[in-house]
C-alpha cells in the first residue's frame, strides 16, 4: 500500500539522467491523493517505460522536423472520483475512487492507425535493432496485475493538430487497513555483514538504464 507521488519521487532522479539535458522534465501532484495497492518496483518500470518511450518519440520528432533535440516531459498525479469516471463514460472502468498518474511529452502523438495497437507484445513503430515493442506491452500488464487501468490519446494543439502524446494510468484507491510498521524487540540481532563472495550479471540494453 503505498502513494503514488512516493514511487515517482523515488525515480526521478534517474529519469533525470534518462532524458538527458536537453529535454524538459516537471512534476505535478494533486492534494489528497487515495493509497493504491501496487509493486512499488512495477510501477518505477511503468513509469520508466513510459518516459523511455516519450523521451524516444520526442527525439523521433525534432528528427522528422530537423530540429535540434527537444522538448517537455510532464508527469502528473491526479485523484479522480467515482463522478469524474461516470463523467467519463468508460464502460470496461467501474465508477470508484482512483488515483491517477498522467505521462504527457511534446513528441507529436501517436498516429491514428497505431494507436489502437501500441500495447500489443512485440508492436513498435521503431527501426530494427532500436526497440523489442514490449515496453508499452510490459506497462499494460503491470497495471492490469494492479486491477487498474491505462488509456493513450494524444493532445491536440490550438489548431487542432496533435502536439504529443498522454498515458494515464488509473490505480484503483486501497479502501483497506493500512499496513502497520514491524515492531522490533529492544535486543534484534545485528544484521551480520554479506560475504558470498559471488558476482551480479546484469543485462540491460539501454545504456542510460544501465550506467
Known amino acids: 500500500v503505498l502513494q503514488l507521488p512516493d514511487v515517482v519521487s523515488e525515480v526521478s532522479h534517474l529519469l533525470k539522467r534518462l532524458l538527458g539535458s536537453s529535454l524538459e522534465f516537471s512534476v505535478r501532484h494533486d492534494r489528497e491523493l487515495g493509497p493504491v495497492r501496487a509493486d512499488p518496483q512495477q510501477l518505477e518500470q511503468v513509469i520508466i517505460n513510459l518516459a523511455v518511450n516519450a523521451r524516444d518519440a520526442m527525439q523521433a520528432q525534432a528528427a522528422r522536423l530537423g530540429k535540434e533535440p527537444g522538448g517537455r516531459l510532464t508527469l502528473a498525479t491526479r485523484r479522480v472520483s467515482a463522478r469524474d469516471v461516470r463523467k467519463m463514460g468508460i464502460d470496461i472502468m467501474p465508477a470508484d475512487d482512483y488515483t491517477a498518474l498522467i505521462v504527457q511529452d511534446t513528441g507529436g502523438g501517436i498516429p491514428d492507425g497505431v494507436i489502437n495497437k501500441i500495447f500489443e507484445p512485440f508492436f513498435t513503430t521503431k527501426e530494427p535493432g532500436k526497440g523489442t515493442g514490449l515496453g508499452l506491452s510490459t506497462v499494460y500488464g503491470i497495471v492490469k496485475q494492479s486491477n487498474g487501468f491505462i488509456?493513450?490519446?494524444?493532445?491536440?494543439?490550438?489548431?487542432?493538430?496533435?502536439?504529443?502524446?498522454?498515458?494515464?494510468?488509473?490505480?484503483?484507491?486501497?479502501?483497506?487497513?493500512?499496513?502497520?510498521?514491524?515492531?522490533?524487540?529492544?535486543?534484534?540481532?545485528?544484521?551480520?555483514?554479506?560475504?558470498?563472495?559471488?558476482?551480479?550479471?546484469?543485462?540491460?540494453?539501454e545504456d542510460m538504464v544501465r550506467a
Open 151 to 205: 488509456f493513450a490519446d494524444n493532445v491536440a494543439g490550438p489548431d487542432g493538430a496533435p502536439i504529443g502524446a498522454r498515458f494515464t494510468v488509473y490505480l484503483p484507491v486501497y479502501r483497506g487497513e493500512l499496513p502497520r510498521a514491524p515492531v522490533l524487540p529492544a535486543s534484534a540481532p545485528r544484521a551480520s555483514e554479506w560475504t558470498g563472495g559471488a558476482h551480479i550479471l546484469l543485462v540491460e540494453d
